[in-house]
């Protein structure tokens, strides 16, 4: 038996882009995106541009905390703002995370990543002035947990062992792509947000989101601890 | 502060609501991790609630398997029987193939492929039931290449497994794949196009 078939990595990401899972874990590679990144070598902009929109749009943990930050910011130029220091902090490890070969724990990261829904979900409560009278620097807060929110992505991107060859260029656009995904995902939360805002009650339900929300961030917080005490 | 901020503020919620809902967070969320997600994740079953759930397979499927993939002994019986495959397959510079074989848990397979250049590779399998659509599990990845490769190979999960190969030199290779041993099909799969079985008689 003989066979001379081919298939050309163009075709792979084509597959990729229409096996798009609706939810991928916020931790796993697909088969195909792997396949396509071991077996590609040099400068591939736009399948890195998708991987890095695909990870941000399917990364729950990353979306809670944005859902968090954005809670009660009302207006645009607030909410460009704090998502611009979220993108400065969490672009500055992904490049320093990859390029300078920083290998952390992901398990030690995604648990400060699950964490950092938690703090937000308290301070969006009003624990920080209310319970403990101080409130911590909103601004900075965002800018240091985005600098752990990419290293997460990092680990996510050494995960995948991306070549050497045409490294720079692939990185760049993963994390051009991350941000492709986070606008997307974060106009859908805005959207969201300002129907919400109108209903009354709004208030009373905000508590109880945030409430939901720190639960979430309990729980990465809980996973990804067992996780790093008790390797699979 | 700006007037939204001092809004809520004014409304916020007082000491007492703030430290119930945020023991009330922390208490469903242990309820979550220890009753669905440690079984499900990592087959850690404390309140045995993964098992009465069924949630522990999930994790079995993947790691249970690898731990413990045949017995140890003289003689393994095997619940298939003996096959034997031999694949001749070209490859132009760029082009890849995969060639995956559907296995038992615990079968057993003999195999040797030699190219005339060299060919990147991987050993991949993906079980039939997979906790993730997507999900596969590489036993041997060798990016540098190489022009052959023999050995022995026994599924840790009831699925398909196989190689991929990759022609990155600038020149044509051919390799020829024997594979000998207890598998039930054999499929090759192109991207696009559906998984192509191919076409295995029993020795005679």
Same mark, same amino acid.
């Not at chain 1, 809670?71 to 009302?74: G, I, N, T």
């Given at each position: 038996m003989s066979h001379r078939r081919g298939f050309n990595p163009r075709a792979l990401i084509i597959a990729a882009a229409l096996l +798009? *899972?609706? +939810?991928?874990?916020?931790?796993n590679v697909s088969k195909q995106d792997a396949i396509f990144v071991h077996s590609n070598n040099g400068v591939a902009i736009f399948p890195f541009l998708y991987l890095g929109a695909k990870h941000m749009v399917t990364g729950y943990d990353h979306l809670a905390f944005l859902v968090g930050v954005i !809670? !009660? +910011?009302?207006r645009l130029k607030d909410i460009v703002l704090y998502v611009s220091l979220f993108t400065l902090g969490h672009s500055v490890t992904l490049l320093a995370g990859v390029l300078g070969g920083i290998h952390a724990n992901s398990y030690i990261i995604d648990a400060i990543i699950g964490f950092s829904v938690v703090y937000k979900a308290f301070d969006n409560m009003g624990g920080f002035q209310r319970l403990l009278g101080f409130q911590p620097n909103t601004k900075l807060a965002v800018l240091i947990f985005g600098l752990f929110h990419g290293f997460g992505l990092a680990t996510k991107l050494q995960e995948l062992d991306i *070549?050497?060859?045409g490294l720079v260029a692939n990185i760049i656009s993963f994390n051009v792509g991350v941000e492709i995904g986070q606008v997307l995902a974060l106009t859908a939360v805005l959207i969201a947000l300002a129907i919400w805002r109108t209903r009354p009650g709004y208030l009373r339900h905000a508590f109880v989101t945030n409430t939901v929300l720190m639960t979430v961030g309990f729980l990465l917080v809980g996973y990804q601890l067992t996780g790093y005490l008790h390797p699979a | 502060m700006t007037e939204d901020e001092k809004l809520i503020a004014a409304e916020a919620p007082s000491k007492a609501a703030i430290v119930r809902a945020t023991f009330i967070a922390l208490a469903v969320a242990l309820v979550i991790l220890f009753t669905a997600v440690l079984p499900a994740?990592?087959?850690?079953d404390p309140l045995r609630t993964g098992k009465l759930l069924h949630l522990t397979g999930i994790s079995q499927s993947d790691s249970g398997g690898r731990a413990t993939p045949a017995n140890a002994g003289i003689y393994t019986l095997q619940p298939t029987t003996y096959k034997v495959d031999s694949e001749e397959i070209g490859l132009h510079p760029g082009e890849g193939f995969e060639i995956k074989y559907h296995m038992q848990k615990g079968a057993t397979m003999l195999f040797a492929w030699k190219a005339d250049g060299l060919l990147q590779f991987e050993l991949h399998g993906e079980p039939d039931?997979? #906790?993730? #659509?997507d999900y596969f599990e590489s036993y041997l990845l060798d990016k540098?290449?190489?022009?052959e490769s023999y050995g022995s190979f026994t599924a840790p999960t009831t699925g398909v497994h196989g190689w991929f190969w990759q022609n990155k030199t600038k020149d044509d290779v051919r390799m020829h794949l024997y594979v000998s041993g207890f598998f039930d099909t054999a499929k090759m799969y192109e991207a696009g196009a559906p998984p192509e079985e191919l076409i295995i008689k029993d020795p005679e």
């Open positions: +798009l *899972p609706a +939810l991928a874990s916020a931790h !809670f !009660f +910011l009302y *070549p050497r060859d | 994740e990592y087959g850690i039931v997979k #906790p993730k #659509p540098t290449g190489k022009r």
